[in-house]
Nanobody
Framework: QVQLVESGGGLVQAGGSLRLSCAAS????????MGWFRQAPGKEREFVAA????????YYAGSVKGRFTISRDNANNAEYLQMNSLKPEDTAVYYC?????????????????WGQGTQVTVSS
């Protein structure tokens, strides 16, 4: 089992940057594929990015590709989401998620563990 805690959210102006972190506790972090999702008020939770357990493979939603970068540090049980060129439509609660194995699905139901979320607000 793994516990996930996100940090790094906040208020930023459009065009700015934020770096989200996800600290994982528990065993065998490197055996989990990791993902980031977000949920805006009144909307369903949506896929943002995912990374394989080695970090060799990454996947992005079309809306964030080229602006966001997902990475992980298995030695320190951490996952990151660097967000650049932020837009007001990126405003949401961002969640990190872990899935046992090396597949990197884009559906929330396919992930096994979730953090509590961190708020990102982008002002225009």
């Amino acid at each position: 089992q793994v516990q996930l805690v996100e940090s790094g959210g906040g208020l930023v102006q459009a065009g700015g940057s934020l770096r989200l972190s996800c600290a994982a506790s528990g065993r065998s972090f490197s055996r989990y594929a990791m993902g980031w999702f977000r949920q805006a008020p009144g909307k369903e939770r949506e896929f943002v990015a995912a990374i394989s357990w080695s970090g060799a493979s990454t996947y992005y939603a079309g809306s964030v590709k080229g602006r966001f970068t997902i990475s992980r540090d298995n030695a320190n049980n951490a996952e990151y989401l660097q967000m650049n060129s932020l837009k007001p439509e990126d405003t949401a609660v961002y969640y990190c998620a872990a899935k046992i194995g090396n597949l990197t699905p884009t559906t929330p139901a396919d992930y096994d563990y979730w953090g509590q979320g961190t708020q990102v607000t982008v002002s225009s």
